[in-house]
Each structure stands twice: as C-alpha cells, then as structure tokens.
C-alpha cells in the first residue's frame, strides 16, 4: 500500500468511528478529518468502503 492510501484509509478509519460514535454532522466529521470539501470525503469514503457516510451511519 502506498502511503497515500494508507493515510487516507487511516483517515476513513476514524470518520468511520467518529460516524458510529458521535451524533456530529458529517460535514464537521469532514472537516475534522483534514476534508476542505464534504463532497471529496463522501467519494473517498464510499471508494474504501462501498457505501456514502450516510449510508453508513444508518447501518
């Protein structure tokens, strides 16, 4: 894995965990992970795991 996916996947890791443990919008998860634009976070997100941050919040 190359470093950059790595720290992108360490990033989706703790928004995962920030979705599943906080009531935070996710546009302040976005921001709070080190996203400028929540729409960039929402595809990274759902490239690594298959589903939107809202999507997975709800699972």
């Known amino acids: 894995q190359t470093p ?3 720290f992108m996947q360490h990033r989706v890791q703790k928004a995962s965990e ?3 443990k906080t009531n935070l919008p996710i546009i302040e998860i976005a921001l709070g992970i080190g996203y400028d634009s929540p729409s960039h976070f929402a595809q990274v997100f759902r490239r ?3 589903v939107s941050p809202r999507h997975y ?3």
């Open 48 to 50: 690594v795991t298959g």
């Open 4 to 6: 950059s996916g790595w």
């Open 57 to 59: 919040r709800k699972l």
């Open 18 to 20: 920030m979705l599943r």
